[in-house]
């Protein structure tokens, strides 16, 4: 999805906003069944209400910066936490395929 949407070359505010909405909306499909699967235990449930007070922190601090990066820095920072997570992947792969 982020790989696209960075190929199209949109304005950052309407890239934010995108990938925002995409990710929010599917983590909302995906809380009912998680929880009737899943079914956490209690130490689950404390870790969520422990991250819940953080969530406005990462909000205002992805704002900052949003603000503070151009779309070209922006743009960079995306591909290169994608090529991050796409070593991690590729690793874990490799490792797991070997071990």
Not at 6 to 26: C, D, E, R, V, W
Not at 39 to 49: E, I, K, R, Y
Not at 61 to 68: K, N, S, Y
């Amino acid at each position: 999805m982020a790989l696209y949407l960075l190929g199209l070359g949109l304005p950052k505010a309407i890239y934010a906003g995108t990938t925002s909405l995409f990710f929010t909306a599917g983590n909302l499909v995906k809380v009912v069944p998680w929880l009737w699967v899943a079914q956490p235990s209690v130490d689950t449930w404390v870790l969520m209400g422990l991250a819940l007070p953080v969530i406005p922190f990462g909000v205002w601090l992805g704002w900052r910066l949003h603000e503070r990066l151009d779309q070209v820095q922006l743009y960079r920072l995306c591909y290169m936490l994608l090529c991050v997570t796409a070593l991690k992947l590729l690793w874990d792969g490799v490792t797991g395929y070997l071990g």
